[in-house]
C-alpha cells in the first residue's frame, strides 16, 4: 500500500511532519514551502525517514499561493490514477472543500483522499508501529480502546501467538530423526575382495619325520 503526503510547509511543519519516521520506502513525502525559506530545519526532521521526500518550493510568493499549488498537485495525482492513498497534512481548514469535491466526484479513482493534521494522524495502527515489548503493547491497545477492551484485544493476540507456537514446537518434536545411521564396512584388499585371515606359520619341527623307537 503506497501512501502520498502533501505537507503544507506553510502550517505547522513540525506538528505536519510527526511520525514520518514510521514511513517505508514506497511512500512518498512532498513538502511544499514558501519561496526562498531555508530547509534545514525541515530536513533535520525528516531525516529518520525512509520514505522518498521531494522538496518542492512555491512557484510564486504571496498568500496561498502554497495551498493552491497543494490542490493542484492533488487534483493531478487523482486524475492520473496515482492517488490510491493520498493526504494533504496541515491543520488549515481551507483544504476541506477542494477535498470534498474530489471525494464526491472522483471518489472511484482512489480508496482515500483526506485532509489530515500530520502524517501520524494518517496512520491507523500507529500506536500498535510504536510499541517495542509486549507491556508497551498492552498499554497502547488499553489507551486506545480503553482498560477492558484493550485487555481483552491483548489477551486474544496473545493466546493466539501462544497456540501457533505450541503447535510448531509440537510439529517439530515429532518429525521423525533423520539422522546418519551408521554402518559398518568389512575391510577389502586393495583389488576389493576380501582380505583373507592370515595362516599362522607351520613350525618345520612338526614336518620331520619322529625318530624311530
Do not use: F, Q, R, Y
Given at each position: 500500500m503506497k501512501m502520498i503526503f502533501l505537507v503544507d510547509g506553510d502550517?505547522?511543519?513540525?506538528?505536519?511532519?510527526?511520525?514520518?519516521?514510521?514511513?517505508?520506502?514506497?511512500?512518498?513525502v512532498l513538502i511544499f514551502y514558501k519561496k526562498g525559506m531555508a530547509l534545514t530545519k525541515i530536513k533535520a526532521l525528516c531525516s529518520g525517514s525512509e520514505a522518498g521526500i521531494q522538496y518542492i518550493e512555491s512557484v510564486i510568493g504571496g498568500k496561498n499561493s502554497i495551498d493552491f499549488q497543494i490542490i493542484t498537485?492533488?487534483?493531478?495525482l487523482v486524475g492520473r490514477g496515482e492517488a490510491d492513498y493520498a493526504y494533504v497534512i496541515s491543520q488549515d481548514k481551507g483544504y476541506e472543500a477542494s477535498i470534498s469535491a474530489l471525494q464526491a466526484r472522483h471518489a472511484d479513482t482512489f480508496h482515500e483522499v483526506a485532509l489530515k493534521a500530520s502524517i501520524e494522524d494518517c496512520l491507523k495502527l500507529s500506536f500498535l508501529l510504536k510499541a517495542k515489548t509486549q507491556p508497551e503493547l498492552s498499554n497502547a491497545l488499553a489507551t486506545e480502546y480503553g482498560s477492558a477492551q484493550g485487555d481483552l484485544l491483548y489477551n486474544h493476540l496473545k493466546r493466539i501467538f501462544q497456540t501457533e507456537e505450541e503447535s510448531f514446537q509440537t510439529a517439530a518434536l515429532e518429525m521423525p530423526s533423520t539422522a546418519p545411521v551408521k554402518t559398518v564396512r568389512t575391510h577389502r584388499g586393495s583389488r576389493g575382495g576380501r582380505r583373507k585371515k592370515p595362516v599362522a606359520p607351520v613350525s618345520t619341527e612338526a614336518l620331520e619325520p619322529t625318530a624311530s623307537l
Open positions: 502550517n505547522n511543519i513540525g506538528t505536519g511532519l510527526k511520525g514520518i519516521e514510521m514511513l517505508s520506502k514506497t511512500d512518498a498537485e492533488l487534483g493531478v
